[in-house]
Nanobody, 128 residues
Framework: VQLQASGGGLVQAGGSLRLSCGAS????????MGWFRQAPGKEREFVAF???????TYYADSEGRFTISRDNAKNTVYLQMNSLKPEDTAVYYC???????????????????????WGQGTLVTVSS
């Protein structure tokens, strides 16, 4: 699977951005898709995931500012980010992992080790 993330940029605090991640491969429907981010000097952290059916999502942010969605017909996953804060500044990565029952490992979907394929990242900068 090859992933291509886009949509990053510079935005003022309180603004919104929508990230997109296009995937190659005929079996996109069956992949768990996630977004992670890495700020300068910090470790990569989980942002959101969406299961293959699109019916199950989970977020690190408890304020409801982010929404992950997918369009399996377009092989694309999105991350809508609202009410952005300067601390959201980071390189955002999309990632794909095998869905169960095809995944035989033990990592949770919030763990970056759960994902086998990664996009190149897109930079989001939120100014104060």
């Amino acid at each position: 699977v090859q992933l291509q993330a886009s949509g990053g940029g510079l935005v003022q605090a309180g603004g919104s951005l929508r990230l997109s991640c296009g995937a190659s491969g005929r079996t996109f429907n069956y992949y768990l898709m996630g977004w992670f981010r890495q700020a300068p000097g910090k470790e990569r952290e989980f942002v959101a995931f969406i299961k293959w059916s699109g019916g199950s999502t989970y977020y690190a942010d408890s304020e409801g500012r982010f929404t992950i969605s997918r369009d399996n017909a377009k092989n694309t996953v999105y991350l809508q980010m609202n009410s952005l804060k300067p601390e959201d500044t980071a390189v955002y990565y999309c990632a794909a992992g095998l869905s169960k029952p095809y995944y035989s490992g033990s990592y949770d979907a919030t763990d970056f080790r759960r994902y086998a394929w990664w996009g190149q990242g897109t930079l989001v900068t939120v100014s104060s």
